[in-house]
């Protein structure tokens, strides 16, 4: 139909003159981008013209030649604007609307997507049933093994010695009275005879006001001489001590004519006057004070508060120092042995503080703990039951009953409580529940022989069924 309207279109033979026809080619319908409306008006106009027009009067005749060239060039110009162009289409409905529409069909894709798929997790955990078992028996830890021997009951234990030592000031809590006698020499003088005179030791010289000085040992006075029909003194230096303590005793020197001691025992006697003495130094040392003094009591406390803190670093350095991995009860430590204790002062002594040094050592026996699980579960594995399995480690206690820390031995009593579990298969029970509902697994499990209790939870909580991806599911058994 196209081919045959076209031909029919080439006979149309426009009779206007040329310079109407350039007229026509300025016109805005011969353009492409002429609108809708200009189109059908220009088409209508074309086919009115099939019908010859009357030449206008002030049209001059047009040649035949210039016809042909004129209808030629309007044979490449029609199918400008021969055929309409066709409407575009257009929606029903806003574009917004459709991208709203989109948007919520995305979203609800992709809620599903992170819900079931990335979101989706599961928690299931199973308590299964559970029996206690006791178990009792008498075991000794020894330091000169290395490996436990089930048969006898012996485990292998460490021996330790940790020493401290310590050295603590302290104050004299004793008072005393510090009485010192005053001493000096005297000069023994005999101008009574040219026989000697022996004086024994204590003897007795006393000054002019009744003070009394004591000879320190026996004296022998010399002889006096004689020259020239005179006698002549002899003398002897003696070393005295004052009769009573006291800074009164501290005299001056004591020389004739003034002062001289006199012998006490020859009073009333003609020697009285004959034996005599005198001094040229003062006596000196004479004292009476209260003074702080060490006491028995004093050394005892010092004693109990040095071997304390001898005591307490040992423990901090075993509390410290003993490997992590070791096990020790009270009885597994020996008493606190005192190696030395020394003080620079004796009971009696004025001193206001004293100090005291001590050097001690503990004896420990230690063992691990693994080595009492593996005893407990290797004695139970005997008669243990093959759908059980041990749960946990056993619950004990130690009794004391004897220490040989010279011989790095420990022996006590075992008592013992060890909980087993049913065995159950984690793979398989992790086949059985994938992808299976809350309500198909638990009907599933509720009668099972070694299952007590299972609680399932579900992320999001809207989730029905477990997934099947494994890596999703989180199975714990207890």
């Known amino acids: 139909m196209a081919e045959e309207y076209r031909k029919q279109k080439r006979k149309v033979i426009d009779i206007k003159s040329p310079h109407l026809a350039k007229k026509r080619e300025e016109v805005p319908y011969l353009k492409k981008e002429t609108k809708e409306k200009e189109f059908e008006e220009e088409e209508l106009k074309i ?4 019908e010859k027009p009357k030449k206008p009067k002030e049209e001059e005749e047009i040649p035949a030649s210039k016809k042909r060239v004129f209808e030629e060039e309007l044979y490449f110009e029609e199918p400008e604007y021969v055929f309409r162009q066709k409407p575009s289409f257009r929606l029903p409905f806003k574009k917004s609307t459709l991208f709203t529409i989109l948007g919520i069909v995305a979203l609800g894709f992709l809620f599903f997507y992170l819900s079931f798929v990335v979101l989706a997790k599961a928690e299931i955990n199973i308590i299964t049933k559970k029996i206690e078992t006791p178990f009792s028996s008498k075991i000794i830890f020894d330091s000169n093994i290395s490996s436990i021997d089930y048969e006898r009951g012996i485990i292998p234990a460490n021996l330790f010695v940790f020493k401290e030592s310590a050295s603590k000031d302290f104050n004299s809590t004793g008072k005393g009275k510090d009485e010192r006698k005053a001493t000096g020499v005297v000069t023994l003088i005999n101008n009574y005879s040219t026989s000697p005179q022996v004086l024994v030791a204590t003897t007795r010289l006393s000054t002019p006001d009744g003070k009394i000085f004591r000879l320190d040992s026996r004296t022998v006075i010399p002889a006096a001489t004689t020259e020239n029909g005179k006698l002549v003194p002899s003398s002897i230096d003696v070393k005295v001590t004052a009769d009573q303590p006291g800074p009164e005793y501290n005299i001056g020197p004591c020389q004739l004519p003034d002062c ?12 009285y006057e004959g034996f005599y003495g005198i001094s040229k130094n003062p006596m000196t040392g004479g004292a009476s004070s209260a003074m702080p003094m060490v006491t028995a009591e004093d050394i005892r406390q010092a004693e109990e508060s040095i071997l304390k803190e001898v005591s307490g670093a040992i423990n901090k350095a075993i509390e410290d120092k003993l490997p ?25 002594d004025f001193r206001q503080t004293f100090t005291l040094t001590a050097e ?3 004896k420990v026996l230690a063992f691990k703990e693994e080595d009492i699980y593996s005893y407990i579960q290797k004695q139970l594995e ?5 759908k059980y399995i041990f749960y946990k480690n056993p619950q004990y206690n ?9 011989q790095g031995k420990l022996e006590v009593n075992l008592e013992a409580k060890q909980i087993l579990r049913f065995n159950l298969n984690e793979e398989e029970l992790k086949k059985q529940i994938l992808g299976r509902s809350q309500k198909e697994i638990l009907d599933s499990f509720k009668d099972s022989e070694g299952i007590a209790e299972i609680t399932i939870k579900l992320k999001p909580y809207w989730l029905a069924k477990i997934p099947k991806n494994s890596s999703k599911v989180k199975l714990s058994i207890d």
């Open 324 to 348: 992590k991995n070791l096990k020790l009860i009270p009885e597994g430590k020996s008493g606190l042995k005192i190696t030395s204790l020394k003080t620079d002062a004796e009971v009696g």
């Open 398 to 406: 130690l009794q004391f009953v004897k220490a040989d820390f010279t």
């Open 360 to 362: 001690g050592e503990i």
């Open 47 to 50: 086919n009115v013209l099939k």
């Open 382 to 386: 005997k008669n243990k039951d093959e």
């Open 260 to 271: 001289k001691f006199t012998i006490v025992g020859f009073k009333g006697t003609a020697k």
